[in-house]
């Protein structure tokens, strides 16, 4: 359980040149408690590393998570691509465990020319059978697919609580910038993120609320969704602010996760607007 608003970088610092085991202490450093490992083109990481990176994030209070693979597609055309998007979960997974990571985030899948309904049973299928092997080998990592910001993708907030609400051992990945490109800038006032928190609570209760994992960048976006991620400040979309009243209004400690292109300089951004909405527990 997140114990307090918990702030890092999708990767390593910007100006952290070390390896990854080490991360931990330079963001604990800045004033960070958040970290997430970027296994996005692969989870290459030993899993000697990986253990080290571990026992440093708990010496340095640091919350680690761990971003699978982009080449997950559980709803592919392609048999086996689906086969392999199960291993390649698993294997973050594993290796997330070993890094003490707390979550494992992931893109579920693209509709690939299925109809939506199709594209979704087919992820709870593939990732039912992915949580029900973690179990079997006594892996705890929570499982979090994340919504997505290409409208080719499956992951919608209604289809991430969907999976949620269908496999156990998960929970959902919430990525603010994905929901906001997807939906055509749908967050520019505190009664949108409130009615994020909401439709969460109401589809899987108010833990799943309480310690939500997010991520948080500004978006440029097109008709098609998601285009790229920006500095924030660069044109104040999404904004952070309503979002830091709402969560400090409401009591709530998510994880969230920069995943600007300055990283952990944005985490602090976030973290000043935080704290001069109110919140005092870092
Ligand atoms: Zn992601």
Redesign the pocket.
């Given at each position: 359980m997140a114990d307090r608003i918990r702030l890092g970088p999708a990767g390593n610092p910007q100006e952290y040149s070390g390896s990854s085991p080490g991360a931990p202490e330079f963001i604990s450093g800045e004033g960070l408690s958040a970290y997430e490992y970027q296994g996005?083109r692969g989870v290459r990481i030993s899993e000697e590393n990986a253990e080290k990176l571990g026992e440093n994030a708990e010496q340095y209070g640091v919350w680690t998570t761990i971003?699978g693979q982009y080449w997950i597609n559980f709803a592919s055309q392609d048999e086996e691509t689906r086969e392999k998007s199960k291993e390649r979960l698993f294997k973050a997974a594993r290796i997330g465990s070993l890094m003490n990571a707390r979550q494992v985030?992931f893109?579920p899948a693209y509709y690939s020319d299925r109809s939506e309904g199709e594209a979704l049973e087919l992820t709870i299928e593939g990732v039912s059978e992915v949580v029900e092997r973690l179990k079997d080998e006594g892996i705890g990592s929570l499982v979090g697919p994340?919504t997505t910001g290409k409208r080719t993708q499956l992951g919608s907030l209604e289809e991430i609580i969907r999976i949620c609400q269908e496999v156990p051992r998960t929970a959902p990945?919430v990525?603010f910038a994905h929901i906001h490109a997807r939906n055509n800038g749908a967050l520019e006032e505190k009664k949108d993120y409130l009615g994020v928190f909401e439709q969460i609570e109401e589809g899987l209760g108010a833990d799943a609320v309480k310690n939500l994992h997010t991520?948080f960048t500004e978006v440029k976006y097109t008709e098609k969704g998601e285009d790229k991620h920006l500095t924030y400040g660069s044109e104040s979309s999404p904004p952070f602010r309503p979002l830091a009243e709402v969560i400090v209004e409401n009591g709530y400690t998510p994880i969230i996760i920069s995943?600007s292109p300055i990283l952990d300089k944005d985490a602090l951004r976030f973290k000043e607007i935080l704290e001069d909405a109110g919140y005092e527990d870092f």
């Open positions: 996005t971003h985030v893109h994340e990945t990525d991520h995943e």
